[in-house]
């Protein structure tokens, strides 16, 4: 059997456009032929090959993110009948028509389903989300990490800055200064890593101010929508205990830089 083939089968979708960044937005709807096996973005490259209304119209083709097409990059996030996901990684058969197709709110839109998730990328850089080493000479081989932590420690490198996290979550917000779960997740893998945990103490102190762990109001939507099933909650968690063994660090001084 040819899986491409047409079937006569017409997918129905309706889709929240935005010309500019700050304009008003408005629905169209679009009807595509359907095939076996299609995902959310193969509807929306039939749209861009023909981008002509339901009722015949012609129309502008609509403008979305995307790069890997795996699951991997997190570029082709938006909501989708009212669920925020993976466009590349979901399925029209998995899905009640008309399709909805919006973008996240957490995030300025840029025109159609493209957003700007630029407050993430500061985010990272508040907390310095990266290993700090000097490239100017050979280090050698890192220290190793012990099998069961180099586990866990992978599920949370598992992040992809897909924003879905962000905007599940209920605290984060155009007007909140929420840094949000995925930043958070990101500090707990860092400070866990061996080199990484030469500034533990700047990657907590700088969650421990405005916008930073507090801010958190455990709804838990955040697990339940990451696409990459990473356990954020249990970051949170973790990162409270030591926000406080922190607190009572700086508090008595600068001593424990030697222990």
Known sequence: MNIAANTGR???VEILRQDTKGGNGYWQKFEVPYRHGMNVISVLMEIQKNPVLSTGEKTTPVAWDMNCLEEVCGACSMV????PRQSCSTLVDQLTEPIKLEPMKTFP????LQVDRERMFNALKKVKAWVPIDGTYDL???PRMPEGKRQWAYELSKCMTCGVCMEACPNVSEKASFIGPAPLSQVRLFNTHPTGAMIKDERLNAIMGDGGLANCGNSQNCVAACPKGIPLT???ASLNRATTVQMFRNFFGSDHYVD
């Open 10 to 12: 017409m997918v129905k």
């Open 234 to 236: 249990t970051s949170i």
């Open 109 to 112: 839109v840029i025109r159609d």
């Open 80 to 83: 989708i009948n009212g669920r």
């Open 140 to 142: 050698g081989e890192g």
